[in-house]
């Protein structure tokens, strides 16, 4: 799918707008309430109005039929005024999401506010406050309806212990030795791991390497586009990661993870309780600037020792020795905390 700047012909079917323009984990965490509109509006052309880099995963995401380029709210969305029949805002509820949506001159808007429910503040978990939203216009939704298609394209590595070294800003940054400690306890485990990130995080991904002794192909960072990426994540038998793309990735797929928080709440950001999926943190200490460049104490609260504890709590076993995850994974699958 590729990302388009304006609304392409009319196909017949009545349409409908999503704005939801930020990230890839912002993506994801959207994805319940993009399959509960598709379902409700089965016969709409759903547009999905976000960020342009994300095409390769939004092709990904069967509710989306159209995917408009909308890098920020410096423009309009890329829709003529007056042919929108639903307009979605899953965005936010500020002024400049909704002049956005307001702009589209939808027959009908879905959206917090006036006509809509009003919007919660504090650590609101975010694929609930987007299901929410649909329920207060009777729109019947799951928050864990979390899964997307998986590339046709094979995986570069199938069956390998991922460890998901980047993140966008230092405040998610866990040490280089602690993920290196893990790679080897993993390695001792059976597992093949391999190291993914951003171009940003190949240096990073390079010192876990040789701090933990693997061969330099196992060093994924800044290789994968974004498919192949969620083609390795969706073929692995683990992931571990701070709390990033790949964590919501995981979810989607179904993947047991260990996801390691800093300065977000997992309340808000965190993996389904469903799982499988541990989470990794202490609140206690955390100090909440997501912005800042020096690792937030709750992410530095968590050792390998822990992550490697959660790993074997969930039952994960090396790909080739029989066997899925153990019989006590499902018991795993609540979110667990280092001060818990």
Known sequence: MTALDALPPSDGRPELVVLRAIKLGDLLVAVPALRALRR???DHRISLATTAWLAPVVA????VDVHLAQQGFDHPIGVPAGVTDVAVNLHGAGPESEDL??????RRTIHHGEGGPSWEDGPV????????LLRAY???ADADDVAIDRPTEPPVVDGAAVVHVGAFHGARHWPVDRFAEVVRGLRQRGHDVVLTGGSADVARAAAVADAA????????AGVLDLQPFAAVVAAARVVVTVDTGAAHLASA?????VVLFGPAPPEAWGPPASGPHVVLTDASVRRGDVFSEEPDPAILAVH??????AVDGLGVVPAGSGAGAGPDAAGARAAASVDQ
Request: charged share 20%; hydrophobic share 55%.
């Open 213 to 220: 002794g693997l061969p330099p192909e196992a060093v994924l």
């Open 138 to 140: 009777d729109i019947p």
């Open 253 to 257: 797929y179904g993947i047991p993870s």
């Open 101 to 106: 949506v307001a702009a589209l001159g939808a």
């Open 40 to 42: 409700a509006f089965p």
């Open 125 to 132: 978990n975010e694929r609930e406050r987007w299901v929410r």
């Open 304 to 309: 390998a020792v822990d992550v490697l504890a």
């Open 60 to 63: 990904l995401v069967p509710a």
